[in-house]
């Protein structure tokens, strides 16, 4: 079975959605988790705009990078600049791909307009996720 690591800075938004949309997609095809640099803990908001597409990640822990699981991975998909220049190194055969994506947790204004970062965010990872199902 082929083996997935999703890493941000916090593993609380992007790399928890991207874990939530591969567990869906990809099927049993892979082994799927996600990871951070830190662990920042799970924001509602990332909970909010997946439970929007039937995904539930409510249960869903913010957990720090496992060496192990990295060096075991066939792909490893870092969803910031953070994560990709502080990642461990890995040996050659793990295969990497960086999706540089805006941070939701960041945006400002009322709570609708923060809700419309975290669907395009959202709605940027699922494609990224479909691409790699046809791949």
Known sequence: MKQIYFLCTGNSCRSQMAEG??????????????AGIEAHGLNPNAVRVMAEKGIDIGKNKSKVIDVDYLNSSDLVVTLCGDARDRC??????????HWPLKDPALAQGTAAEILTVFRQVRDQIELRILDLVKQ
Do not use: E, I, N
Request: hydrophobic share 45%; glycine share 4%.
């Open 88 to 97: 461990p190194v890995t040996s050659a055969t793990v295969a990497k791909q």
């Open 21 to 34: 949309f591969a567990k869906k997609l990809l099927g049993d095809q892979w082994r799927v988790a996600s």
